[in-house]
């Protein structure tokens, strides 16, 4: 990627996540720019990650080529309207990482004419194991698709979306999605306490046990069921945990959760008047 200024604002979990991802992935912490409303936060960022930062999101607009929304989408809208009069003499181009917030709101604060990708991401850009989707508006000429996919694709994978609602499922299956794996693993490493394991042990033994599954699910060509049943002796223990899982609910309690975030994310855009 010819190196280009990116800028967020708002330096929060998902920007910390993303910042991490470009400079380990080789870009120039100088070539970062990062707003924030806490000064903690940016000092934090300064000395840790030595990115350039600002207190005023001007600053970040002005000295950046690709400027990053990652506020939540509660403050879009305030962030969008105060940075659209600095964006009518510049050309570059804007990403929104906000849960919900869609393409027709976004132009209306920011200007009908700014180029605008959407797209969702997740917090494994940080090991450069990300998950991103990406959808442009009208206005993204290639030059711009290229340059976004660059960025995100330099802390992942990256695929586009041409029906922007379709980002609303990949925000419940892809977005959320580490904090359910985080969970199952919370609960694995609770239960392994209660029958005795020590903390450490435990951890360690989940840690490399997610791992391994996802490394043979990313280079196997079968299907997760299929994985499954090579590790399931007939009359054996995964088999007893297995039905237990499903006899609770398992797989319908997974749908309900994924239609719940989806359901949220087009909600908060509706509560936000921002659809
Ligand atoms: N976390 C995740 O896994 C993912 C998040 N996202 C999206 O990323 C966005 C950010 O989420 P996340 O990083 O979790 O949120 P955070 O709250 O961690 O980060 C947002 C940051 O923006 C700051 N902020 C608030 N108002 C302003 C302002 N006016 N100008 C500049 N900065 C401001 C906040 O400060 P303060 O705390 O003081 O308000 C905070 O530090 C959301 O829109 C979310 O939907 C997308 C994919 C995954
Ligand atoms: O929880 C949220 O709303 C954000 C969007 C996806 C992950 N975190």
Known sequence: MKTK???????????????????????????????????E???????????????????????????VLAIKPQVLREVALEIAPLLKHKHGLMVSIAAGIGQRSLALWLGGDTAIVRCMPNTPALVLTGATALHANAN?????????ENILRAVGLTLWVDDEAELDTVTAVSGSGPAYFFLLMEAME??????????????LLIQQTALGAAKIALESADSPAQLRARVTSPGGTTQRAVETFQQGGFEALVSKALHAARDRSVEMAKQLGAD
């Open 190 to 203: 609770a239960a392994a306490l209660q029958m005795g394991l020590d903390e450490r042990s435990a951890r």
């Open 140 to 148: 993204v000429n290639d030059e711009q698709k290229d340059l976004a």
């Open 5 to 39: 200024t990116i800028g967020f604002i708002g330096g929060g979990n998902m920007a910390t996540s993303l910042i991490r991802g470009l400079i380990a992935s080789g870009h120039s912490p100088r070539q970062i720019w990062v707003s924030d409303t806490s000064a």
């Open 41 to 67: 936060l940016l000092n934090a960022h300064a000395d840790q990650l030595h990115v350039n930062t600002a207190r005023d999101n001007a600053t970040v607009v002005n000295e950046a080529e690709v400027v």
